[in-house]
């Protein structure tokens, strides 16, 4: 019986090339996904209230992606609130949902 099919080095070459853009695109997508979530949550953490001179501005620490799906995406957010008094970690899951190729975020979890 004669061999239909076998691997070859360029069937190696194209399968380990198909998994490295794989990845590529996972890694670019995640990346996408916190820096949205960190610019949102610097707006959640920040405030001011101008007639009264007071603010609050936040700095984002660490940003990890929980869950990612076609739909929608989990990111925790560590970070740290400075103000006229000292400074204050925070934390949150910020829940975002696909729209077309948009992330809006859906909701706000404080830890």
Do not use: H
């Amino acid at each position: 019986m004669e061999k239909l099919f076998s691997f070859n080095k360029w069937f190696v070459f194209f399968c380990g090339f198909f998994v490295v853009v794989w990845l590529a695109l996972q890694t670019v997508m995640n990346q996408r996904v916190i820096e949205i979530a960190k610019g949102d949550a610097e707006n959640v953490f920040s405030w001011q209230w101008p007639d009264r001179q007071w603010y609050e501005r936040a700095t984002i620490a660490e940003a990890k992606v929980l869950k990612l799906t076609k739909a929608d995406a989990k990111v925790r957010i560590v970070g740290r609130q400075k103000d006229d008094n000292g400074d204050e970690d925070l934390s949150a899951t910020l829940t975002f949902y696909r729209e077309g190729k948009n992330w809006i975020l859906g909701r706000v979890e404080f830890n």
